[in-house]
Every structure is written in structure tokens, then in C-alpha cells.
């Protein structure tokens, strides 16, 4: 509505500083994100150093480039994992419903039953401390609300005309939840895959940041976050620029969240 | 109203059993065990089965369960393995220690986002509508842990006005309690206002267009009786339902926040429990955040009604 | 400006302290986690054994100099073939409750630890698992006490002696109630067990009856060991940040502090900092089973590419100096032949890697980010000073308890590891070395060195194991298994207010400790 265009302007500009930031962090970075220089210790920013540099002398610019494409990457592989499985889950359970329905939905309350941490922890320990460990971990984790929706949708969709004129035109089961309900998911669920973005974000880093998540040399915003807690009297830049990053993404998350609610789904407006 | 609740409750304990059969499971993925941490690098395989013994970790997986599951419906939830401590009395002494926190905050956000929300929704599109609502955006952009950070940075470290971490309890000496609950309750306010206040305004402004706003403003009813009577009473529910969430799922991620703090609340002891091992803790968390989880949400499905006529009605 | 607000704060007020005017202040002293109980030796770590040993003492404890020495024993005497120990105990030792202490006393304790059932940490050393064992234990009069061994031993007065085995405390027997479960310590120590908050604090009164060993001062544990304050409080402050704003603030007059720490420390006006090295060992381990680490020039070629110089400086923030020696610096056995170490040289790193056909691959070292120990900056200085020198080296970071798991099974290629505290020799070495077959964790199997220990661990002759250690130091060098780096610094802040505190191998020592008002 009325905040639609520049909620859209800011929340897109943001993103896209923050996708390009991501993207050339990939390929490049002033300098080498892993290089310590024992000299250029905890320097602040200005000079050769933009931003600064670390307890190890290392170029926090470049971390935060490099963190950038991390975080990026984790974020969009687990909310294209928890997506894919949770519409699996939700339209197939909203779909046949009866005994097998409570029994997949009573795993799935048991699921958001579970903090994500320990969900989190013990997958990274068994599938390995890495970036996928995370990914299967997050994306486990947020399956459930995921389901929930879809199976929300799929249930009210069911009863809806369209879908019963499909049945009785003898359409299979199958054929009507490929052609009717499916693409009728697809607005909720672009709404909640964008919030889901930002929720991912948060956990990835919220997870660096008590230790549970990608595992240092290797920058992620979270993981800067965390160490820079030693530091906080000392250089209080290590602490401000990551979490400065964290805020603005998560902003234009949140402000593109909006536009695209409004366009999509009028009724879900605000909530 | 009784029988709601019970068919709840009942429907709860599938989820609770599958939550300790899996926590259980997981814990013991996890490589490294608390006997080998509590020997650390002066583990011979002696003592290692010796003490391995000792705390009844050489028996079969699923007799450790038996064992354990017995004694957690009786009410045992066992010993911690690094304090000795009896896990459901150290559990819950660490869970007042968050609930205090978290209802804090949580109660404060709700006086404070609540009405801004409604009068966001009921001047919409005005200059202090964009205000409120740039406002809550902004707040539940910025990630708590960061949000405690920054503030500790300045009342703390720059002002000097609050100590910077740490905890007293309210038995200890009051004030001083006070004085270092203020910075993490105020974090998590902080963020829980952008949330609640986003919430409040779209509830409102749902009921605002419903046809019985119109008519009672059409009968010539006061525009304060009319938001109070009417519109309140109805938008509040969702907004009762999310405060409902919030409290569950604060429990589970408070973990940053009594990191940031080092406050000694049920967050930090799940998370330290889990580097330690110590698996009766973490069973013990686990369990009482899924039973508070499931509690909460009974407590705001019952109290549902009272903010929401249509539910009792029907 | 800013260090200067952070001293300002009233973090003081971050500690529970319950002062009445009337009483002089209690000496404070930091712990950062709850000791595991009151029952010296069975249910223990380091904190517990830190604060059990001033209640508490055994026939025989350590000097500084990493020596066994008499304590509560006034001498010993062991027979021409090693098997018999006959110790004479001290006369007019008394207990916490008075009784006086003899030698069925001294019997009681020994036949309790024995006992399977009171699940003494040590009992594996004593019992014949691990080779030594006690085969009789009597007391033929009140002050004399006698054991037989199994076989000669070097190491069996340096067991009995050690903290983790809490001295092989000797305890009245009214410590245990009648049931047979333990109820708390009366030892002979200079300090009485007082009041135990779980998780808040421990109290320790001093014992007025106490009859110190001999010597003019303190001496490890042995040596004058007079109680001179009032009263002694341990409070457990877990964080670290709290534990540094309350010594600053004053609200403890005791703490053990950070080495990142030490500098900022070291400016307050109202506070002593020392930093005494002990003998834990900081280092890098290698599986010498790893397809590619199993070649020794390429573990020579990474030995030479460190400067251990620049490296131990980072990770001890100054505060350490490099060690190659599994010898700890202060060992009456730390001689010319243990300092010689490896050197820092580039071009003969380089050499070695030609030799060893080295072509790239990956070496990944383990590290954790456990708070206090270097594991994670030293593994990031070397994998910066591996990758100068050619060397493709990766960091893997894993949580504490996943390294250890590692370690236990020996699944690594190399990580920064650091041992717990062994003062003698042969025990320093048997900590890494051993087959491999048997006990995965061992990363030493050179079959001659572990000839070396065990005979190191017989003999009892100070010279002949001198000679054994310094041969034991050469091979070591030129295997290269493991890269000893330096030797943990203990870095403690205490309040001018107080006299005489030194803190030895990490544990608070309260004897022969004054407070000024």
C-alpha cells in the first residue's frame, strides 16, 4: 500500500548493496581475509585498513566481504531446503490427512517443540563442522513452520469449489494437488520464504555467535561477532561493523518482506 | 473448557516423548562423552571404562533410556554429571532466573507496543503511523546479541552507568539485582517492541475496517469508546497469541542474550551443558523447555476467549 | 580513557561478600567453577584439588623443584631391592577434631582408597592395572607404616604425591559417616573445611593446632606451612570479565586472570600480578600413522618452518618462553641438553619438503577455542608460518569435546593440543608416549624411546635418569612426533593487601598468606 514503493526502494537498494558486497566478496577482497599480519594488530579503521583489523592483524573489510558470501549462501541454501521439504511435508500431509496427518504432524510440534540450538549442534557434530552441516541443521529446523503453513493453506484450499470440481471432473488426487493447490501456495509461501531469509540469517548468526556455528578461520558475520567480545574495551569496531551488517540485511529483508506481502497477499498485510 | 484442556495436555505427551526419546538419541551422535572431558588429556583406557562405568554410560543405549524414563515420571530427572546437582531443582532455579528476564521484557514491550500499535493503526498512513512503524522495523532488524553488545559498549563502557556483566539475585541484595537486570531486560524489550507493536498495528487495523466499527462510530458513539470497547478488545487477541509464542520461543533463544550478560539463566545452562556433555542436564532442559512450550500455548489457547468473543460464541 | 571507566565501574559489586565490621575480611580468592565435592581424590578436578589440598596431606608431597619430599612422614627408607617403603611418621600431628594421627590412621586411608568402592581416581596406578602394585600395607607400630611393591618403582612416591591423586590424602576416619558415605574432610592440613554454598562459595578456617613440616618457607607443598589468616572464602565466579572488574574493584583479593589480561592488570594501582610458568605443555601432535605426516622429514620440514619465538609470544601474550622439552623448566632435571630445541629456518624447511616429495597436499590441524588455553592462536600463527614455507595448511576448529574425541582415537593430522601438568620426567613423557595399537591417544611408538621411559621408571638413580632424559630429549627432536612449544603460564592478580600469596603449578596455596587491614 502506501509504504509499498519505498519500502521497496530501501529494502531492494539495501539488498542489493549487501548481493553485489556478497558476490564480489566471493571472487575478491582487498585483502586476503585469512591474512594475519602480527604487526597491523587490532588496528583501528582509517589508513591502509578501512575498516580495521583484527586480534590477528586481519582485514575486517575484507572478512566482512568474504562473510557476506557465507552468510549468503547458507542463508539461501537453507531456505531453499527447508521450503522444499516443508511444501513436500505440508501439501502431502494436508492432502491425504487422516492417521498418517497426526502422526507426521505430531513429529512436526515435537520439532518446533525443540530449541534450534541443540537441533543445530548435534547435527553439526554429526554431519561435520561446516557450512553444509549448517545448512541441514537450519533448514531441519525450520521445516516444521514451513509445513505448518503449507498444510494451513492446502487444508482451506480443499474444501474451496475449484478444488471439488477438479475431484468431480475425475481428476486424480494427485493431478488436482500438482494443478490447484500447488501454485495457490505460491503466494503464502514467497511471503514466508522472505521472512525466512532474514530468520536464517539471524540463527546463522546467532549460532556463530555461541560458538555453535561455522567454525573460525573462516569469517562469517556471527562468528566476528563472537570473537570480537574479547575485544570490546579494546577495539570496540570489531563488534560494530559485523553486527552493523547483520542490521542493515535484516532491515531490507524486512522491507522487501512488506513490499512483497502487499503485492501478493493484501489480507496478510502488517502481520 | 475442562475437557479442551485435557484432550490438550493428552495431545501433548506424544510430542513430549518423542522430544526426550530424540534429545536422547542426538546427544549421544554427538561425538565425545563427559567421562573422557572429565579425564581431558589424562584419559587411560582404564579409568575411562572405570568411570564410564561409574556414571552407567558402558550399559546398552536403550536401557540408559529405560532407566532415565522411569525416573523422569517419577519425577527424578537425575544428577548432573560435572556438579553432582540435582538436575530438576538446578533447572529450574535457572529457569526463574530467564522467567524474570523474559517477563520483563516481555511485559514491559506489551504496555509500551500495544497501544503505539493501536495508534498507529488508528491514525494510518499519517506522519506518526510511518514514524511507529519505521520504528518497530528498525528495532526488529537489529539481532539481539548485537543489540546487547552495543549497549553494554555505551551505558556500560562509555558511561559507566551500569555494570557491565554479570548477575545478583533479588534474595542477595535487591537494588543490585536490579541494576544488572536492567541492560538485558532492556535488549530484549527493545527487540520484542518491534515485533509486538508490527503485530498490534495489523490486528487493529483488521478490526478497523469490520463493519462494526462503522456502525458503533455511526451511532454516534465517542471515538475513545469505540477504539476501547470495540477495536481493542478484538485486535488484542492475535496479539495475545504472539505474546503467547514469544515466551516459548524467547526460552529457547534467551541462550545469546545470558551469553552477552553472563547471566546464569536456563539459555546458558543448555548451551554449556551441551559443550560439557553433561547429558542428564541437557535431557532436563530440554524437557522442561518443551513442557513450558506446550504449557504456555495451553494457557493462551484457553485464555483465547476472553479477548476474542467470536471463539467463545462458537 | 576508557580502561580508566572500566576500572570505575561497580563491577566490584559483582561478588557476594558478607562483611560485618566487627570481623576482619576474609581473604577472597577467585575460582571460576564449583569444586566437584569435598572427598579429596575421588570425585575432582583441578579446582577441587586446588582447594582440597589445604585441608588435607599426604605421607609425601611435592618441592618445587618437582622432588618427593617427606610430610607428614618424617622420613623414609626403601629396602636395597626397591620393594619395601617403611616411612616413620611426624609425632604430635593431630587432626581437624584433635585425635591425634598414627600410623593406623595412615592404614585406615590407604585400605579406603583400595577399596574399589570409593572409586579413587588413582587406585588404576596402585592396583596392578597399570604395572605397579602395592602388595601389603601395614602398620607394625603407631608411627611407622610399611608397603610392599610388586616391582621396583622411580615413579611410586611421585604418584602417591601427585594433586590429581589428592596426595593420597590421610584422613580421620569420622570423615566417612557410619553408612560408609563420605561426609567431609578432617584432615591434618593447615586449614579446616568450613562452609560449602554449591556453586557460591567454600569456606576454610585455619587450624590452630597445626604442626608445620620443617623449612624456613614455602616449598611446593611441602616446606613452613603456618595458617596466618582468619578466614579463607573461595567464591566461584564463572566469567572471566566479572572475575577481572571485581579483583580490580577490590571485592576479591585473589583471582586467577587472563594472559590477554596480564598488561591492562598490571596498571591498577592497588594490584600485584604474577605470572609463575607451570608444567602443563602447550603443543602441536602429530599422527605419525597419517599416510603423509608418517614421513619424518615432512614433520622436520614443519618444525623448522615455525618460529616458536613469535608464536609463543602470541599465544601467551608475551607471557611465556619457548620450550621444547617435555621437561618442565623448573625439574632438577632441566639441563643444558633440554634447551637445545629446534630452529626457525626457512630454506632448510624447504629442503626438507623436496626431500620428503612433498607436493601440495592438505594438512589440517585441529584446534578448539577453549577460553585460557592458546589452542586456537597458536594453530592460526603456525598455519600462517606452514604456508610461508610452501606448506598447504587448513585450520579445522572443533568444540572442545570433539577435538578431545580425536585425540582419544587419534583420528588427526595434526593439532594444537595441551597436556595437563607432569612434574617428573618420565611421566611427562608417558603422557604422549606409548603404542599406538593399544591406547590410540599415544602419539610417540618409537620403540627404543619407550624403552627409555620404562626404564625411567625404574630406576631410581638421579644420574642414570638424567642420562636417560637427555637421550630421551635427542630422540625426540629428531622424530619430531610432537612439537613441544612452551610451558603454560599461571597468571594470577592479587590485592597489595596480601603477603605471601604465590599460587604453585596453578593451585591456590593459602599457608604462609597474611592480609593487612
Known amino acids: 500500500m502506501s509504504y509499498s514503493a519505498p519500502n521497496a526502494l530501501i529494502g531492494g537498494t539495501t539488498i542489493g548493496v549487501v548481493a553485489v558486497a556478497a558476490l564480489i566478496g566471493a571472487v575478491w577482497t582487498p585483502y586476503d581475509p585469512l591474512a594475519i599480519d602480527f604487526m597491523a594488530r587490532l588496528a583501528p579503521p582509517g589508513g591502509a585498513h578501512w575498516l580495521g583489523t583484527d586480534e590477528f592483524g586481519r582485514d575486517v573489510l575484507s572478512r566482512l566481504m568474504a562473510g557476506a558470501s557465507t552468510s549468503a549462501w547458507i542463508s539461501l541454501l537453507t531456505v531453499i531446503l527447508a521450503v522444499g521439504a516443508g511444501t513436500a511435508l505440508g501439501v502431502f500431509t494436508g492432502f491425504v490427512r487422516g492417521w498418517v496427518d497426526r502422526v507426521l504432524m505430531t513429529f512436526n510440534d515435537a520439532l518446533l517443540a525443540f530449541p534450534g540450538i541443540l537441533l543445530a549442534l548435534g547435527l553439526l557434530a554429526v554431519f561435520g563442522a561446516n557450512k553444509y552441516g549448517i545448512i541441514f541443521a537450519l533448514g531441519i529446523a525450520y521445516t516444521p513452520s514451513v509445513a505448518r503453513v503449507v498444510r494451513g493453506t492446502v487444508l482451506s484450499l480443499r ?18 494437488m500438482w494443478r490447484h493447490i500447488l501454485p495457490n501456495c505460491i503466494a503464502p509461501l514467497t511471503v514466508l520464504a522472505t521472512s525466512l531469509f532474514g530468520w536464517v540469517l539471524l540463527a546463522e548468526s546467532a549460532l ?29 569496531w570489531l563488534g560494530i561493523f559485523p553486527g552493523l551488517c547483520i542490521s542493515l540485511t535484516l532491515l531490507g529483508i524486512n522491507l522487501l518482506g512488506d513490499a512483497v506481502r502487499d503485492r501478493l497477499d493484501p489480507r496478510m498485510r502488517g502481520v | 473448557m475442562l475437557r479442551f484442556a485435557v484432550t490438550r495436555i493428552l495431545m501433548a505427551v506424544p510430542t513430549l516423548l518423542i522430544v526426550a526419546i530424540a534429545v536422547f538419541a542426538l546427544i549421544r551422535l554427538v561425538p565425545g562423552d563427559p567421562a573422557s572431558l572429565m579425564l581431558g588429556d589424562l584419559a587411560d583406557a582404564t579409568s575411562l571404562a572405570s568411570l564410564r562405568h561409574n556414571l552407567g ?3 546398552p543405549l536403550p536401557v540408559q533410556f529405560a532407566i532415565w524414563f522411569q525416573n523422569a515420571l517419577s519425577g527424578d530427572l537425575g544428577r548432573s554429571i560435572t556438579s ?72 556500560g563502557l562509555k558511561l559507566g552507568w551500569l555494570p557491565v556483566v554479570g548477575y545478583v539475585s ?39 475496517r469490520l463493519d462494526y466499527i462503522t456502525h458503533a462510530r455511526a451511532k454516534g458513539l465517542s471515538e475513545s469508546v469505540v477504539l476501547w470497547r470495540h477495536a481493542f478488545k478484538n485486535a488484542f487477541a492475535p496479539t495475545w497469541t504472539l505474546i503467547g509464542l514469544m515466551l516459548g520461543n524467547l526460552l529457547g533463544g534467551i541462550a545469546v542474550v545470558e551469553t552477552v550478560f553472563t547471566i546464569p539463566g536456563l539459555g546458558r545452562l543448555l548451551v554449556d551443558s551441551i559443550f560439557a556433555r553433561d547429558y542428564p542436564v541437557i535431557q532436563g532442559c530440554m524437557l522442561f523447555i518443551a513442557v513450558i512450550y506446550v504449557l504456555v500455548n495451553l494457557v493462551v489457547d484457553l485464555l483465547y476467549p476472553m479477548f476474542d468473543p467470536r471463539v467463545t460464541a462458537e | 580513557m576508557t580502561r580508566r571507566l572500566l576500572f570505575a565501574l561497580p563491577c566490584a559489586l559483582a561478588v557476594l561478600i558478607a562483611v560485618s565490621p566487627a570481623i576482619a575480611k576474609p581473604l577472597t580468592v577467585a575460582l571460576n567453577a564449583d569444586i566437584r565435592s569435598s572427598n579429596p581424590g575421588v570425585n575432582r578436578d583441578d579446582n577441587t584439588d586446588g582447594v582440597i589440598l589445604n585441608v588435607v596431606e599426604g605421607l609425601v608431597a611435592y618441592g618445587e623443584d618437582a622432588r618427593v619430599k617427606p610430610l607428614l612422614a618424617k622420613s623414609y627408607e626403601v629396602s636395597d631391592d626397591g620393594l619395601t617403603y617403611t616411612f616413620s611418621l611426624r609425632e604430635g600431628v593431630k587432626f581437624h577434631n584433635g585425635a591425634e594421627m598414627t600410623a593406623a590412621d595412615v592404614l585406615w586411608s590407604w585400605n579406603r582408597y583400595m577399596d574399589p568402592k570409593t572409586e579413587w581416581r588413582c587406585l588404576p596406578e596402585f592396583d596392578g592395572r597399570n604395572r605397579l602394585k602395592v602388595v601389603s600395607a601395614e602398620a607394625p607400630d603407631a608411627h611407622t607404616f610399611v608397603m610392599k611393591l610388586n616391582e ?16 593420597t590424602a590421610i584422613l580421620h576416619k569420622d570423615s566417612v559417616k557410619a553408612d560408609g558415605s563420605w561426609d567431609k574432610p578432617i584432615g591434618t592440613g593447615p586449614f579446616i573445611f568450613g562452609e560449602w554454598k554449591r556453586g557460591e562459595y567454600v569456606t576454610l578456617n585455619p587450624f590452630h593446632d597445626y604442626q608445620s613440616p620443617p623449612g624456613e618457607k614455602p616449598d611446593g607443598y611441602v616446606g613452613s606451612k603456618r595458617p596466618l589468616i582468619d578466614e579463607a572464602k573461595f567464591l566461584i565466579v564463572p566469567d572471566a570479565a566479572t572475575v577481572k572488574a571485581a579483583v580490580v574493584g577490590g571485592s576479591l583479593d585473589v583471582a586467577q586472570v587472563a594472559d590477554s589480561d596480564v598488561a591492562e592488570l598490571r596498571q591498577s594501582p592497588a594490584l600485584d600480578i604474577s605470572t609463575p610458568q607451570v608444567a602443563t605443555k602447550h603443543t602441536f601432535l602429530f599422527q605419525t600413522r597419517d599416510p603423509l605426516l608418517s614421513n619424518v622429514k615432512l614433520r622436520q620440514a614443519i618444525a623448522a618452518a615455525l618460529d616458536m619465538k613469535q608464536i609463543v609470544a602470541a599465544a601467551s601474550n608475551g607471557l611465556g618462553t619457548v620450550n621444547n622439552s617435555a621437561v618442565p623448566p623448573t625439574s632438577a632435571y632441566f639441563d643444558e641438553v633440554q634447551r637445545q630445541g629446534y630452529s626457525h629456518d626457512l630454506q632448510r624447511a624447504k629442503a626438507l619438503l623436496a626431500e620428503a616429495g612433498y607436493k601440495g597436499e592438505e594438512i589440517t590441524i585441529l584446534a578448539n577455542q577453549r577460553v585460557a588455553m592458546p589452542s586456537y592462536p597458536a594453530a592460526v600463527m603456525a598455519q600462517a608460518m606452514m604456508q610461508a614455507a610452501g606448506i598447504n595448511a587448513r585450520i579445522e576448529v572443533l568444540e572442545w569435546a570433539t577435538q578431545l574425541d580425536r585425540y582419544q582415537t587419534g583420528r588427526y593430522q595434526m593439532q594444537s593440543f595441551s597436556y595437563s601438568s607432569r612434574l617428573d620426567p618420565a611421566l611427562s613423557y608417558e603422557q604422549f608416549s606409548g603404542p599406538k595399537d593399544e591406547q590410540p591417544r599415544k602419539v610417540w611408538e618409537n620403540p627404543k624411546a619407550l624403552d627409555l621411559i620404562d626404564q625411567a621408571y625404574v630406576i631410581s638413580n638421579e644420574e642414570k635418569r638424567g642420562k636417560i632424559f637427555d637421550a630421551l630429549h635427542r630422540m625426540m627432536i629428531e622424530d619430531t612426533p610432537l612439537i613441544i612449544l612452551y610451558n603454560g603460564v599461571d597468571s594470577v592478580a592479587y590485592s597489595k593487601r596480601v603477603q605471601g600469596y604465590s599460587t604453585w603449578e596453578g593451585k591456590p596455596r593459602l599457608w604462609e598468606v597474611s592480609v593487612a587491614d
Open chain 1, 159 to 176: 474444501e474451496r469449489e475449484f478444488v471439488e470440481a477438479s475431484r468431480v471432473m475425475g481428476n486424480s488426487e494427485i493431478y488436482t
Open chain 1, 208 to 236: 556463530s555467535f555461541l560458538g555453535l556455528g561455522v567454525p573460525p578461520p573462516a569469517p562469517t558475520w556471527g562468528n566476528m561477532l563472537a570473537a570480537s567480545r574479547a575485544f570490546i574495551a579494546q577495539a570496540a
Open chain 2, 57 to 59: 554410560l558402558d550399559r
Open chain 2, 84 to 155: 553432582d546437582q540435582a538436575v530438576l531443582p538446578l533447572v529450574i532455579e535457572r529457569f526463574w532466573v530467564s522467567a524474570k528476564v523474559v517477563m520483563a521484557a516481555v511485559i514491559f514491550a506489551s504496555l509500551v507496543a500495544v497501544p503505539a500499535g493501536m495508534i498507529a493503526a488508528w491514525r494510518q498512513n499519517s506522519a506518526l503511523d510511518v514514524a511507529l512503524v519505521a520504528v518497530s522495523t528498525l528495532l526488529l532488524s537489529v539481532p539481539t546479541f548485537w543489540l546487547g553488545l552495543l549497549l553494554l559498549l555505551f551505558f
Open chain 2, 170 to 208: 533479588f534474595s542477595d541484595d535487591p537494588w543490585r539485582a536490579l541494576l544488572y537486570l536492567i541492560m538485558p531486560v532492556m535488549t530484549l524489550f527493545l527487540h520484542e517492541i518491534g515485533v509486538l507493536m508490527r503485530m498490534a498495528r495489523a490486528s487493529a487495523l483488521e478490526v478497523l
Open chain 3, 152 to 167: 621396583p618403582s622411580a615413579l611410586f612416591l611421585a604418584t602417591m604425591a601427585r594433586t590429581d591423586c589428592a596426595m
